[in-house]
Each structure stands twice: as structure tokens, then as C-alpha cells.
């Protein structure tokens, strides 16, 4: 399993910066929200994309991927206007090349409130439309060595695949090797998911594991049992990224990494 620290703590900082903080601090690699750099990946040059790359190299971390995929307002994976779902679809086949281009290889689908079942869509038809544009973008992300990984989120998130048996449905059903799930330890722990049932039963589509504890913070802070959770994807031979993911950044960027690493090393290592 490899150390990883996603960058949306580090608000104000360069991305340079963070790379070369996250080095510092023991993490193998850095995952990234595209909303924290851009507004668009479309705007980010070939430059752009070559510089962030050569930043993570020269610090010597690897971009993990991506994650908060669908931040803007005008991208919806399941609304009722064929419009916006095409341009959706069309803004992650955009985030998989980006990703290709930095370097990274995962793209976490999260994004609760971009893919829920809104007025003027029923679930079924929602299914059919998430589908269809999961197969496509993961076709393409093949071509470019990437991974999808779909997060099921709790419903105070999203409306739309709250549990790992409904993302793992949907995984099948899709069925391309490069699409995945994603654990996400907070939001499952909220949905009153078995976690370490849900690893062994599924672990065998699992992409990628965001740890975040009950508190929203770094895993260790609250009162999660991490350690029959990391048991459990040691048990199954799980080797992707265990990647630090929190939604309160206090007490600061430093002290979230700092104690992030020295728990997750003496848990997971």
C-alpha cells in the first residue's frame, strides 16, 4: 500500500510546494482536486500539465490521481437536459487525459450533488445515463492508462450509489477492468456500512481507499477502527493508494499531514 495526501488542505500553497512538503513528510505520493487549481482542465496547457508533472518528479512523489471531479455547477451526470449530461461526459473524458498528462492514474467519481437523481429523472433512467457514460470515459481511459474508481457516498451526500454493493453493481455492469470503486472510510462509516465485510466481500473490484475519520479528519483523530480495516485490506492483498482525504481542515495543512502519516504508518505499513 502506498502513502498518499490529497491537496485540498494545502489552500494557499503552490503545488510545487506541496510535492515537496509531502516528500518531506514521508508520503509517497499526492492526490489532486482539479477545482483547487483551475476552474477547468480544458484551460491547463501542455506546458501547464508538463510543469505539474516535472514538480511531483522532482520531488520525488508520485500524483496518485484525481478527485471532486464535477465541482462546477454547470456539470451533471444525471440531469434531465441531454445538453449538460454530454457536456459532463465529455469534462471527464477531459479529466482522464489531463490525469494521463501529469501523471496520475486514478480518478475518484465522487461528486455527490453533480450525479444525484434530481426532478424529471427517475433512478432507473439515472442508472442508464451514469452507465453509459461510465463505459465510454473508461474506454477512453484505457488508452491512457488510467483508472475509474466510482465512490458510493452517504445520502446526506448524494441520492445516487450510497453503498458498496451498489457501486460494485455498477462496476459489473460496466464491465471494464480500468472502472473500480473507491472506499471512502468517512462516508461509509456515516451510510453504517460494514466496512471490513464490505473490503473482503468486494475487495476485489477495490481501485482506490480514502481514510478520513469520523470527525472529519485525519485517520486516528476519532473513533473509527482502522486497524480491522487496514487487517482487512492487507488480508485481501490490496496494493493501491491509502490517501489521506479530509473535509475539516483544522488544525492547518502541516499538523493534518504530520499526524496523518505517523498514524496510518504504524496502522497500515
Not at 459532463?88 to 496520475?104: A, H, M
Not at 485517520?219 to 493508494?241: N, T
Request: with cysteine; proline share 3%.
Amino acid at each position: 500500500m502506498k502513502f498518499c495526501i490529497c491537496n485540498d488542505p494545502f489552500q494557499s500553497w503552490k503545488m510545487e510546494d506541496i510535492f515537496k512538503y509531502a516528500a518531506e513528510t514521508g508520503y509517497q505520493a499526492v492526490e489532486i482536486g482539479p477545482s483547487t487549481i483551475c476552474d477547468s482542465v480544458t484551460e491547463l496547457s501542455q506546458k501547464d500539465r508538463e510543469r505539474i508533472r516535472s514538480s511531483a518528479q522532482r520531488a520525488g512523489v508520485e500524483i496518485a490521481g484525481l478527485h471532486g471531479l464535477f465541482r462546477s455547477p454547470s456539470l451533471h451526470l444525471n440531469s434531465p437536459d441531454v445538453e449538460t449530461r454530454l457536456r459532463t461526459r465529455q469534462y471527464l473524458c477531459e479529466l482522464v487525459k489531463f490525469c494521463s498528462d501529469i501523471g496520475g492514474s486514478d480518478l475518484t467519481i465522487g461528486s455527490g450533488k453533480n450525479r444525484n437523481v434530481v426532478e424529471g429523472v427517475n433512478y432507473e433512467d439515472a442508472w442508464v445515463f451514469a452507465r453509459d457514460a461510465f463505459s465510454e470515459c473508461s474506454k477512453l481511459a484505457q488508452q491512457y492508462r488510467t483508472n475509474l474508481c466510482l465512490e458510493p457516498l452517504c445520502y446526506e451526500t448524494t441520492n445516487f450509489i450510497n453503498t458498496p454493493e451498489e457501486a460494485v453493481k455498477m462496476v459489473e455492469e460496466v464491465n471494464q477492468a480500468n472502472f473500480r470503486w473507491t472506499l471512502d472510510v468517512y462516508g461509509m462509516n456515516c451510510q453504517g456500512v460494514d466496512i471490513v465485510q464490505a473490503i473482503r466481500k468486494f475487495g476485489g473490484y477495490l481501485g482506490h481507499v480514502h481514510v478520513n475519520d469520523d470527525n472529519k479528519s485525519w485517520p486516528g483523530s476519532g473513533g473509527i477502527d482502522f486497524k480491522a480495516i487496514a487487517k482487512a485490506l492487507k488480508d485481501i492483498g490490496y496494493g493501491g493508494y491509502i490517501s489521506i482525504e479530509v473535509f475539516n481542515f483544522e488544525p492547518g495543512p502541516e499538523t493534518i499531514a504530520q499526524e496523518g502519516i505517523k498514524y496510518i504508518k504504524s496502522v497500515f505499513g
